[in-house]
């Protein structure tokens, strides 16, 4: 131990300056191949599987060029899956950034039982997709779903109503449970930015005679629009990549009215033992969350 | 003395190597233990686990250093779960009660081992005629075996609402059918509950219905036949139940459709014997008044077309133990063991083996008892059975049949004319050109 310890001899500053240098490298090895192993492999070997015919269950490959993506952009599948994530993903993600607002600026007033409620907000955030998509559907049951029983007993309507099998109920009702499942992450983040706004801005702009809408938007709004803007830039690209939600609440139907991407890949890669398409659809989804990407990498370089 | 930066971060790094190899020696370190044989079914209710485990203890009891663990996969859901096993080499040592045309499908890419001396090693005269059939492979050897039999697509019906609605008979025709549900329907009461959604469940039931018109979807050499006349007839049958299903059936599976009919919102039902078993479980005031027959067909000239997914048991390639794994497989169909799981779903998997049927201990079963008739009824169905695999005993065994059900091309036929009210010419048209396509993919 004594001698691990010991110090090393003055060297010359050469000496020096390039055992530093091997030191840096033996110190950023593990993260570069940590890093190489979970995201360069995996990108290389999606890249690498587009290229080829791939048979799922044995993994034979062929080589395919670039007709798989010929094929993808050629046909109808991709742009229509495209068009429905665009659709969920808008959806979805406004109602997250309307109900999100809402509830944290109703958490930030002093209500009663405040405390309790900030903890269940987040209730829906923290429950397993699987579980939450159980619940709902069978809430919305034909047969014995409370919500339809309920409307039916207030009047509303005589018979039950299809929400997860018809257009564009199906889509209306997955944008709705989306949002319900997600809103938490964007009443967490509002409601941390909302403490940090200073109170004298409010009361001098009461004693200046705004009414609370005026307040809202003169104040609140333009401190909460950085957060707000992140927020909206990773939920928008967490929603385009949803997968379980949707393949578990409505399996793409009907027909392929809520076939987002996500599930086109999942069908292509294990449905139809395709993977090597499977991989050309995960390509084209990567470049285009890497779009949606980039105003996100430059607002926060901007803020740096 | 003072410690230099980078001795420290040196050290560090060799203690941590140090840790991890001891680590890494640990895991490594499983001789002694038990051998692991991993068994894998969809036909997983608690009954059904519950009859597994008893098979297993009597085989660990017999083979001490041996532990099998039952993992469930699901209907809907096995052939994505496969397809990323194989491709993982993260296959289960023994999997069970997958339709026969998925283990003809894998045999054929070379993912799962013969069982020829598996069926030796039980005697193939053991079986029904024609029970191992469906898993007689191109090559001549056996793909899979019969682990039992299912009539899937049984007309269940109710006694006391039909004949309260002045009906004598079971229907046996489409148009007898669609009177009595249109006869037994009211507020609060559908009159059938079929399936709709995109899903497995949707393609194979309208598989059943093409052939109950007298149709195809293949000719026997495997060309394309969904083009026909009976494809039509099938369409316009399919969508005239529309009205008498609950709303909700645009997404029933095999669950809500048993459901519907086991709760008694239905008058009518498509399922196999599993109804019985779930009957007598959660809604035991109907279970003297219901009664199954052979689906209807669209005249009583088309003879009954029930549709028997015949299911099985193979074992994967990468299995690490093949022999045990075998071994297991053959104490299933002992006779002590085999009526084991036949009990746990009496009607639902019918036995393969002959003497089960007659067997003192499978006719004591309660429900055996009381349902003696419709299981009769079932068992011959079955046996006389089809499924994509092998539409016709003509008809080349189909390799793409799992792949055709997993597209949901079927499912979305129905979809595109049912819900969307597409012209079916056009419809058929598309399902005709993707089932050419992944034909030849």
Same mark, same amino acid.
């Given at each position: 131990?004594?001698?691990?310890?010991?110090?090393?001899?003055?060297?010359?500053?050469?000496?020096?300056?390039?055992?530093?240098?091997?030191?840096?490298?033996?110190?950023? %090895?593990?993260?570069?191949?940590?890093?190489?192993?979970?995201?360069?492999?995996?990108?290389?070997?999606?890249?690498?599987?587009?290229?080829?015919?791939?048979?799922?269950?044995?993994?034979?490959?062929?080589?395919?060029?670039?007709?798989?993506?010929?094929?993808?952009?050629?046909?109808?599948?991709?742009?229509?899956?495209?068009?429905?994530?665009?659709? $969920?993903?808008?959806?979805?993600?406004?109602?997250?950034?309307?109900?999100?607002?809402?509830? %944290?600026?109703?958490?930030?007033?002093?209500?009663?039982?405040?405390?309790?409620?900030?903890?269940?907000?987040?209730?829906?955030?923290?429950?397993?997709?699987?579980?939450?998509?159980?619940?709902?559907?069978?809430?919305?049951?034909?047969?014995?779903?409370?919500?339809?029983?309920?409307?039916? %007993?207030?009047?509303?309507?005589?018979?039950?109503?299809?929400?997860? =099998?018809?257009?564009?109920?199906?889509?209306?009702?997955?944008?709705?449970?989306?949002?319900?499942?997600?809103?938490?992450?964007?009443?967490? %983040?509002?409601?941390?930015?909302?403490?940090?706004?200073?109170?004298?801005?409010?009361?001098?702009?009461?004693?200046?005679?705004?009414?609370? $809408?005026?307040?809202?938007?003169?104040?609140?709004?333009?401190?909460?629009?950085?957060?707000?803007?992140?927020?909206?830039?990773?939920?928008?690209? $967490?929603?385009?990549?949803?997968?379980?939600?949707?393949?578990?609440?409505?399996?793409?139907?009907?027909?392929?009215?809520?076939?987002?991407?996500?599930?086109?890949?999942?069908?292509?890669?294990?449905?139809?033992?395709?993977?090597?398409?499977?991989?050309?659809?995960?390509?084209?989804?990567?470049?285009?969350?890497?779009?949606?990407?980039?105003?996100?990498?430059?607002?926060?370089? =901007?803020?740096? | 003395?003072?410690?230099?930066?980078?001795?420290?971060?040196?050290?560090?790094?060799?203690?941590?190597?140090?840790?991890?190899?001891?680590?890494?020696?640990?895991?490594?370190?499983?001789?002694?233990?038990?051998?692991?044989?991993?068994?894998?079914?969809?036909?997983?209710?608690?009954?059904?686990?519950?009859?597994?485990?008893?098979?297993?203890?009597?085989?660990?009891?017999?083979?001490?250093?041996?532990?099998?663990?039952?993992?469930?996969?699901?209907?809907?859901?096995?052939?994505?779960?496969?397809?990323?096993?194989?491709?993982?080499?993260?296959?289960?040592?023994?999997?069970?009660?997958?339709?026969?045309?998925?283990?003809?499908?894998?045999?054929?890419?070379?993912?799962?081992?013969?069982?020829?001396?598996?069926?030796?090693?039980?005697?193939?005269?053991?079986?029904?005629?024609?029970?191992?059939?469906?898993?007689?492979?191109?090559?001549?050897?056996?793909?899979?075996?019969?682990?039992?039999?299912?009539?899937?697509?049984?007309? *269940?019906?109710?006694?006391?609402?039909?004949?309260?609605?002045?009906?004598?008979?079971?229907?046996?025709? *489409?148009?007898?059918?669609?009177?009595?549900?249109?006869?037994?329907?009211?507020?609060?009461?559908?009159?059938?509950?079929?399936?709709?959604?995109?899903?497995?469940?949707?393609?194979?039931?309208?598989?059943?219905?093409?052939?109950?018109?007298?149709? !195809?979807?293949?000719?026997?050499?495997?060309?394309?036949?969904? #083009?026909?006349?009976?494809?039509?007839?099938?369409? #316009?049958?399919?969508?005239?139940?529309?009205?008498?299903?609950?709303?909700?059936?645009?997404?029933?599976?095999?669950?809500?459709?048993?459901?519907?009919?086991?709760?008694?919102?239905?008058?009518?039902?498509?399922?196999?014997?599993?109804?019985?078993?779930?009957?007598?479980?959660?809604?035991?005031?109907?279970?003297?008044?219901?009664?199954?027959?052979?689906?209807?067909?669209?005249?009583?000239?088309?003879?009954? *077309?029930?549709?028997?997914?015949?299911?099985?048991?193979?074992?994967?390639?990468?299995?690490?133990?093949?022999?045990?794994?075998?071994?297991?497989?053959?104490?299933?169909?002992?006779?002590?063991?085999?009526?084991?799981?036949?009990?746990?779903?009496?009607?639902?998997?019918?036995?393969?083996?002959?003497?089960?049927?007659?067997?003192?201990?499978?006719?004591?079963?309660?429900?055996?008892?009381?349902? !003696?008739?419709?299981?009769?009824?079932?068992?011959?169905?079955?046996?006389?059975?089809?499924?994509?695999?092998?539409?016709?005993?003509?008809?080349?065994?189909?390799?793409?049949?799992?792949?055709?059900?997993?597209?949901?091309?079927?499912?979305?036929?129905?979809?595109?004319?049912?819900?969307?009210?597409?012209?079916?010419?056009?419809?058929?048209?598309?399902?005709?050109?993707?089932?050419?396509?992944?034909?030849?993919?």
């Amino acid at each position: 131990m004594a001698a691990l310890l010991r110090l090393r001899p003055a060297t010359s500053p050469q000496a020096l300056a390039r055992r530093d240098a091997l030191l840096g490298l033996l110190l950023i %090895a593990p993260t570069v191949l940590i890093l190489s192993a979970v995201i360069a492999y995996p990108l290389a070997t999606t890249a690498y599987l587009s290229l080829h015919n791939v048979y799922t269950p044995t993994l034979a490959t062929e080589w395919a060029g670039l007709s798989n993506y010929r094929a993808i952009l050629s046909g109808g599948t991709f742009w229509h899956a495209l068009a429905t994530t665009l659709v $969920w993903t808008i959806g979805t993600l406004a109602l997250q950034l309307l109900f999100g607002v809402a509830m %944290a600026l109703l958490l930030n007033r002093n209500i009663r039982l405040r405390a309790l409620a900030r903890s269940l907000v987040l209730f829906p955030y923290f429950l397993a997709t699987v579980v939450a998509v159980l619940v709902w559907r069978w809430l919305l049951n034909g047969l014995f779903g409370v919500v339809d029983h309920a409307l039916i %007993a207030l009047g509303l309507i005589d018979t039950p109503v299809d929400w997860l =099998g018809t257009m564009p109920n199906a889509m209306a009702t997955t944008i709705v449970i989306g949002a319900w499942k997600f809103f938490p992450f964007v009443v967490i %983040a509002v409601l941390a930015r909302l403490q940090t706004v200073p109170a004298h801005l409010y009361e001098a702009a009461r004693l200046d005679g705004a009414g609370s $809408w005026a307040r809202f938007t003169d104040i609140t709004l333009p401190h909460l629009s950085g957060v707000l803007g992140l927020v909206a830039l990773l939920r928008m690209i $967490w929603d385009f990549r949803e997968f379980d939600l949707i393949y578990l609440l409505t399996g793409g139907g009907p027909l392929d009215h809520t076939r987002t991407l996500p599930l086109v890949v999942y069908q292509q890669a294990f449905g139809l033992n395709q993977m090597g398409m499977a991989a050309a659809y995960a390509v084209l989804m990567m470049l285009l969350v890497l779009a949606m990407t980039i105003p996100y990498l430059a607002r926060a370089r =901007g803020r740096r | 003395m003072p410690i230099a930066r980078r001795q420290v971060l040196r050290g560090l790094g060799a203690g941590g190597l140090g840790v991890g190899m001891a680590l890494l020696a640990g895991c490594g370190d499983r001789t002694g233990g038990p051998t692991i044989l991993r068994w894998w079914s969809p036909q997983a209710t608690p009954e059904q686990v519950a009859s597994y485990r008893e098979q297993i203890r009597a085989f660990e009891s017999r083979n001490p250093n041996v532990r099998i663990v039952f993992e469930p996969t699901s209907d809907e859901g096995y052939p994505t779960q496969f397809a990323a096993a194989f491709a993982a080499g993260q296959m289960p040592d023994l999997v069970t009660h997958l339709p026969s045309f998925a283990a003809q499908n894998y045999y054929d890419r070379g993912l799962i081992e013969p069982m020829d001396d598996v069926v030796a090693a039980i005697g193939a005269d053991s079986f029904f005629p024609g029970a191992l059939a469906p898993f007689r492979a191109a090559d001549g050897h056996y793909c899979a075996i019969g682990i039992g039999s299912t009539a899937v697509d049984m007309l *269940w019906y109710r006694q006391d609402l039909l004949q309260l609605a002045g009906i004598g008979a079971a229907p046996r025709t *489409w148009d007898e059918l669609r009177a009595a549900c249109a006869k037994v329907q009211r507020r609060g009461l559908y009159g059938t509950a079929l399936p709709y959604g995109m899903n497995s469940m949707t393609s194979l039931i309208f598989i059943s219905i093409i052939h109950q018109a007298g149709g !195809q979807l293949f000719t026997p050499e495997l060309d394309v036949a969904i #083009d026909s006349p009976p494809t039509y007839a099938a369409l #316009d049958f399919y969508r005239s139940m529309r009205e008498f299903c609950p709303p909700g059936a645009t997404i029933f599976s095999w669950g809500e459709c048993l459901t519907a009919f086991v709760s008694g919102a239905s008058a009518t039902g498509i399922y196999s014997g599993r109804v019985l078993a779930n009957v007598a479980a959660q809604n035991p005031r109907i279970a003297d008044v219901i009664g199954c027959v052979a689906y209807p067909t669209l005249s009583r000239a088309i003879p009954p *077309w029930t549709f028997n997914d015949f299911p099985s048991l193979f074992i994967p390639k990468g299995a690490r133990n093949p022999a045990l794994a075998k071994a297991f497989a053959i104490s299933l169909f002992s006779p002590d063991i085999y009526p084991t799981q036949l009990r746990a779903t009496p009607g639902h998997i019918l036995p393969t083996l002959k003497g089960i049927v007659d067997d003192p201990v499978y006719l004591a079963d309660p429900l055996v008892a009381k349902y !003696q008739r419709e299981i009769a009824m079932m068992a011959k169905l079955a046996a006389n059975g089809h499924n994509l695999g092998m539409e016709s005993p003509a008809h080349l065994p189909n390799l793409r049949a799992g792949e055709i059900i997993a597209s949901n091309c079927i499912a979305e036929l129905v979809q595109r004319v049912v819900l969307e009210g597409e012209n079916p010419r056009l419809a058929v048209g598309q399902a005709a050109s993707r089932l050419e396509r992944l034909m030849s993919a």
